[in-house]
């Protein structure tokens, strides 16, 4: 492990010689991961992504693209584009990205399951904003507002996001 790993520990996340609290899934750590069991998968993720609401915040880093109103995100295991950036209209099973709550003003995607999703093995495994400090995911890690807005600026692709078993 290096510094530059997003480490999630009992702590919180440690980043860059920082923790930072967050919030797991609510099923808990899992190394046999499911599609809608709400628990965060074990393993080495990499930083794949960075989205990001144009209309509401600055663009976090370089490489950062902004969300539409028309994009979504497969959740539909069947489907060819499961785990996959889609846009409206999608018919089948999805997860709107374009929220009118704050949680995915900033979205670092992550490659679980990803590029080539296994059908039913879980989708969508990103770092964003939480509810509120404790409150579960169903399997992404979210933080604070401003510790996500730090760890985005600072983050690049392929950082890597290490889940070892609790």
Sequence with gaps: MTPNDLVLTPRGVRFMGRYFPCSIGK??????????????PVGAHHVTGLLYRADRVAQPAPW???????????????????????????????????????????????????????????????????????????GCIAFDRNHLHWIAARAKPGTRVIVTPA
């Design 64 to 138: 950062a693209f902004a969300i539409g109103k028309d994009d979504l995100w497969s959740d539909a295991s069947e489907d060819a584009d499961y785990n996959q950036l889609v846009r409206a209209p999608y018919a089948a099973s999805h997860e709107k990205l374009h929220r009118s709550d704050p949680l995915y003003d900033v979205i670092l995607l992550t490659d679980w399951n990803w590029p080539e999703a296994e059908a039913g093995r879980g989708s969508a495994i990103f770092l964003h904003q939480w509810r509120r400090s404790g409150y579960p995911t169903e």
């Design 27 to 40: 099923g808990g750590i899992r190394q046999d991961k499911r599609e809608g069991d709400g628990a965060t």
